[in-house]
């Protein structure tokens, strides 16, 4: 366990979109599981939040096949969003995270703009601090289209959301797009609170024994630090286009990571696949941005966000 909450740890309390955070580190949906799984290793109360597993309005068993396997640094995933389903979510999961006093963002996916309406609704309740849409998936109505890849679909599924919630609402913007500006553009005049980015980028692999992808489902979502630089670029972009606040991500593995969003634009940043490797990872950046603030003579890591635009 890294050092307590107090003393210098003030120099990163933060807000975003009326969110208080004791720091400005927080976990990416799908490698962080809902949070409790990692209570052993990481002060939850010291995160900005965490952004659990991603949920959806029926149960689901992800995909068939093998679902993960590493890449020159990185890995490729195609877990197909598996999850209990947010009735169990409601039911049984909430109630146990309110025993770790951190801020619960809960990431849905839906096929339909409805969808996301109907599940920011259920979600509207106590110990919610707020809903990312995670938009990188199909629309059936409009022939299997992905949401993040077309602005007026993206804008649509943020449009619905913010008629049936008033928790904030985060729209995770996914990389596989030709103009980064333009989606978020899009999603800020629809009413989005916050934008997260990035996604992960759409990849493969080939067995060269077997002739054949390694992956159940051919393709998956690349993450880790081989995404850093486009994911940098990206919040850095952004940054300079939009006035909501951000959250970056894509390989983050160390403070100096961090920083480097933070100095990009972000207001926050959250932590992803290096968790797979170092589940105490989220603590030592904290430590990390911290001893850089105290270094620079910086009293508030507000103070350092947005410096490199």
């Given at each position: 366990?890294?050092?307590?909450?107090?003393?210098?740890?003030?120099?990163?309390?933060?807000?975003?979109?009326?969110?208080?955070?004791?720091?400005?580190?927080?976990?990416?949906?799908?490698?962080?599981?809902?949070?409790?799984?990692?209570?052993?290793?990481?002060?939850?109360?010291?995160?900005?939040?965490?952004?659990?597993?991603?949920?959806?309005?029926?149960?689901?068993?992800?995909?068939?096949?093998?679902?993960?396997?590493?890449?020159?640094?990185?890995?490729?995933?195609?877990?197909?969003?598996?999850?209990p389903g947010v009735d169990v979510f409601l039911q049984e999961t909430l109630s146990r995270?309110?025993?770790?006093?951190?801020?619960?963002?809960?990431?849905?996916?839906?096929?339909?703009?409805?969808?996301?309406?109907?599940?920011?609704?259920?979600?509207d309740v106590p110990g919610v601090a707020a809903i990312e849409l995670n938009v990188s998936c199909p629309n059936v109505r409009e022939g299997?289209?992905?949401?993040?890849?077309?602005?007026?679909?993206?804008?649509?599924?943020?449009?619905?959301?913010?008629?049936?919630?008033?928790?904030?609402?985060?729209?995770?913007?996914?990389?596989?797009?030709?103009?980064?500006?333009?989606?978020?553009?899009?999603?800020?005049?629809?009413?989005?609170?916050?934008?997260?980015?990035?996604?992960?980028?759409?990849?493969?692999?080939?067995?060269?024994?077997?002739?054949?992808?390694?992956?159940?489902?051919?393709?998956?979502?690349?993450?880790?630090?081989?995404?850093?630089?486009?994911?940098?670029?990206?919040?850095?972009?952004?940054?300079?286009?939009?006035?909501?606040?951000?959250?970056?991500?894509?390989?983050?593995?160390?403070?100096?990571?961090?920083?480097?969003?933070?100095?990009?634009?972000?207001?926050?940043?959250?932590?992803?696949?290096?968790?797979?490797?170092?589940?105490?990872?989220?603590?030592?950046?904290?430590?990390?941005?911290?001893?850089?603030?105290?270094?620079?003579?910086?009293?508030?890591?507000?103070?350092?966000?947005?410096?490199?635009?």
């Amino acid at each position: 366990m890294s050092r307590a909450i107090n003393m210098a740890d003030k120099r990163l309390q933060t807000s975003i979109a009326g969110i208080q955070m004791n720091t400005p580190v927080l976990t990416a949906s799908g490698t962080f599981g809902f949070g409790e799984e990692f209570a052993e290793f990481v002060d939850l109360s010291r995160l900005g939040g965490v952004m659990v597993k991603g949920t959806t309005l029926k149960p689901r068993r992800g995909n068939e096949g093998i679902r993960i396997t590493e890449t020159p640094m990185g890995m490729l995933n195609c877990i197909g969003l598996e999850n209990p389903g947010v009735d169990v979510f409601l039911q049984e999961t909430l109630s146990r995270l309110a025993n770790y006093n951190m801020n619960v963002i809960v990431n849905i996916s839906g096929s339909t703009a409805e969808e996301y309406g109907v599940l920011a609704e259920m979600l509207d309740v106590p110990g919610v601090a707020a809903i990312e849409l995670n938009v990188s998936c199909p629309n059936v109505r409009e022939g299997g289209i992905v949401f993040g890849t077309d602005p007026k679909a993206a804008a649509a599924v943020v449009k619905e959301a913010k008629a049936h919630t008033k928790k904030p609402v985060i729209l995770k913007l996914s990389p596989n797009v030709t103009d980064i500006v333009t989606m978020a553009k899009a999603v800020e005049d629809a009413g989005a609170d916050i934008i997260s980015l990035i996604n992960t980028l759409l990849g493969m692999e080939i067995n060269i024994r077997t002739k054949k992808p390694t992956l159940g489902n051919i393709t998956g979502g690349l993450s880790g630090p081989c995404v850093k630089p486009v994911a940098l670029r990206m919040v850095y972009q952004v940054a300079k286009a939009v006035k909501v606040p951000l959250i970056g991500m894509g390989g983050i593995s160390s403070a100096e990571d961090a920083i480097e969003f933070l100095l990009a634009g972000a207001s926050a940043v959250a932590v992803g696949t290096a968790n797979f490797n170092d589940p105490a990872v989220t603590m030592k950046i904290c430590d990390g941005i911290n001893d850089y603030l105290a270094q620079q003579h910086i009293e508030s890591v507000r103070d350092i966000i947005g410096a490199a635009l």
